[in-house]
């Protein structure tokens, strides 16, 4: 069974300072990995996905993130956050044999002036 | 535009009763879900359907039920059995395609049990 950890429940950080949010998971078969955003009182919406090819994946408002094979890890990373970058992440995982995508606990990002 | 759609927003209930929570997609996406929120638990799936007229549990199924008897809806009914049901539930869809997808997610629904 798939699982996925994310280490950090909230993560405070100042404005412009870089932010890096852990994800783990755990699977006994290749995966698919993403990051969504959740603004208060919302749906989610995708940041970005790992499919396959290049490790390093970019996505929107200047996210990017880290496939590690080896680590078993997907940490989602921005060189300068902003106010509006306040919400929750969420990584999620699916295994290449079904449609059934697990959701990490989520990080609570708070960007302070 | 096209997207999901969930009704009501804000619900409140009685404990006993019944509630059904509507989910609406006009992506012509064969797949959709629903999710239940808590605080600090992340999402947790409830149902899922990968086309019309079937569907799967997810890992908290209990007290919960769903039918798919059209592609564009997937209503969730919060039964009197579910011991817990304040929370916020979300809807989604995909394309179907081994867990490649993207998942386009409603607004939620917040249910309330008084």
């Known amino acids: 069974a798939q699982s996925v950890t994310q280490l950090d429940s909230q993560v405070p950080v100042f404005e412009e300072a870089p932010v890096e949010l852990r994800c783990n998971y755990s699977?006994?078969?290749?995966?698919?990995l993403f990051w969504y955003v959740q603004y208060p009182n919302q749906g989610l919406q995708l940041l970005l996905k790992?499919?396959?090819?290049?490790?390093l994946v970019k996505g929107i408002n200047g996210f990017e993130a880290e496939f590690n094979k080896s680590q078993t890890s997907f940490h989602l990373r921005k060189p300068s956050v902003h106010i509006s970058d306040t919400a929750e992440y969420f990584c999620?995982?699916?295994?290449?044999?079904?449609?059934?995508?697990?959701f990490g606990k989520g990080t609570r990002l708070h960007i302070l002036p | 535009d096209g997207g999901i759609t969930q009704s009501p927003k804000y619900l409140f209930r009685k404990e006993g009763q019944n509630v059904t929570l509507s989910c609406e997609q006009n992506?012509?996406?064969?797949?959709m879900y629903w999710y239940r929120q808590d605080p600090g638990q992340g999402l947790r799936l409830i149902y899922y359907?990968?086309?019309?007229?079937?569907?799967q549990k997810g890992d908290i199924a209990e007290g919960y039920s769903v039918s798919r008897e059209k592609k564009e809806s997937f209503p969730l009914t919060v039964t009197s059995a579910q011991k817990n049901p304040t929370a916020f539930y979300l809807c989604?869809?995909?394309?179907?395609?081994?867990?490649?997808?993207?998942?386009?997610f409603g607004e939620g629904s917040r249910l309330t049990v008084l």
């Open positions: 989604a869809s995909s394309i179907v395609g081994r867990g490649t997808g993207e998942l386009f």
């Open positions: 699977s006994s078969v290749s995966v698919y």
């Open positions: 790992y499919l396959s090819g290049s490790t």
């Open positions: 999620a995982v699916s295994d290449l044999m079904d449609d059934k995508i697990i």
């Open positions: 992506l012509n996406h064969d797949a």
């Open positions: 359907s990968q086309i019309v007229n079937d569907f």
